[in-house]
Every structure is written in C-alpha cells, then in structure tokens.
C-alpha cells in the first residue's frame, strides 16, 4: 500500500461548474510530478478520485457535494431487459485489447463523434493534440478495448487497469451505428473483461443526480456509490 500523506494536493480557484449551470466548482488534483503506479491509483480511485489525462482530480466544491463517485461491482451484476439485448445484438463484434490508439482510424473516429455527438462540450472541436493528451496511456495502466465489425473499428472503450477493477475513462464510437447502443456496449464489455480478470469492480467515474446526462449510470444494477466516504450499494 502506497503512503498517501507526503501527496501534494492542488485546489483550483473556484470556476463555473462544468455540469450544474447555477454552481461554481473547485477541484483538487494530486501534484502531476507525484510518481504514480498502480497501487497508489487504486487506493486514489477507492477514495473518490478521477483521471483526465495526467491529471487525476476529485471535486471539493464548498457549497455542493452532487458528484458521487460510482462503481458496478461486476460479480453481482445483473444486466436489465435493455442491456441484455444490446449485448446480444452486438454478438457480431470482436473485442480486442490494444496498447495504443494513436493511429489515423483511431483519431478519424474519436473526431467524427466529438463532432457528431458533444458539439456542445468542452471537447469541441476535436483536436490531435488534446486528443493524445486526454486518452493517454498513463503510467503503464491503460488499456484500449477496440470493438470491431469484421475488421471495420466500431468503437473504443478507453480504461486503466487497477488492482481491484477497471477504471471507465472513456468510450467513443461510430454514431451511425445507433441501433446498436455502443455507448451501453462499451460498459457491458469493460464489465465483462473485469468479471474474466477476476477483478471486483468497473469504476464509472462521478454521478450527479441533477445531471441528465449522468442518469445512464444508475442503469447498472447493483451500483455502489461513495456517500461520506464509505460505499454503499444501490441494489
């Protein structure tokens, strides 16, 4: 287990909350000279923390506690009707872990969804350079499980490998396939490949009740969710 209290913390100045319109957020980061492994992270993410890039962070907003971190525990997991058709109809994909996606077809398909599907996000316009910076391999962990139809790349579920689970970063995929729901695909896949591990959890990163966007999330029955820094389970 890694010693946490020489860890540096940085908090920002409070800025616009990027979910809530009527909030102002701050967000502590660990120091992004800190050296980080697998362990150190884990225990990080059992503690509430997030990866963008390099950078890992956890909200610290002083009037506002809407982000809850949550957690499918994978061996308790029971997919609903809707999820369980969406893994039957995607039967016809591979999936494929690669070491990295810093290839034309990759990139050609993460900007055609920012494009297609987050014109209004902070993503916008897709960039190579902030694409490389945010969907970085990080200190050896991370992997890219790449969903393909008969050789065409349909998706790509971007996730880093902890000591007890998968940590969810991002999925971004070919939004002409909508009949498949690719979006659900990509965390029924990463929660498949933690069940063949062996590992305990798929790490989805925060919840915000007030959020419609993050509502998918209670979808995935069982949830744990981290309320005053214990996990309790949503059943």
């Not at 506690?65 to 369980?84: E, G, L, M, T, Y």
């Not at 591979?94 to 599907?117: G, P, S």
């Not at 945010?134 to 790509?156: A, D």
Request: net charge positive.
């Amino acid at each position: 287990m890694s010693d946490l209290s020489n860890l540096k913390l940085f908090a920002t100045q409070p800025h616009p909350c990027s979910y809530l319109d009527d909030r102002e957020a701050t967000t502590l980061f660990i120091d992004p000279d800190a050296p980080v492994d697998k362990g150190l992270y884990s225990q990080l993410t059992e503690l509430g923390f997030r990866r963008s890039g390099r950078h890992l962070y956890r909200p610290h907003c002083a009037n506002c506690q809407a982000c809850v971190s949550c957690r499918i525990p994978v061996h308790d997991f029971k997919p609903n009707r809707n999820q369980r058709r969406c893994w039957r109809r995607n039967q016809d994909l591979t999936l494929t872990f690669v070491d990295n996606i810093r290839t034309d077809e990759h990139y050609t398909l993460y900007a055609d969804y920012i494009a297609t599907r987050h014109q209004d996000g902070d993503m916008y316009p897709p960039s190579r350079s902030q694409y490389d910076a945010f969907l970085s391999s990080e200190w050896g962990l991370t992997r890219y499980l790449e969903f393909r139809q008969q050789g065409r790349l349909l998706g790509v579920a971007v996730c880093d490998q902890l000591e007890d689970g998968l940590s969810a970063v991002y999925t971004f995929f070919d939004s002409r396939e909508e009949r498949r729901s690719l979006g659900v695909y990509g965390i029924l896949a990463q929660v498949d490949r933690a069940r063949e591990q062996g590992l305990k959890y798929v790490y989805l990163g925060y919840w915000i009740k007030q959020c419609q966007k993050m509502e998918y999330k209670t979808q995935y029955r069982p949830l744990e969710m981290l309320l005053n820094r214990r996990w309790m389970r949503l059943r």
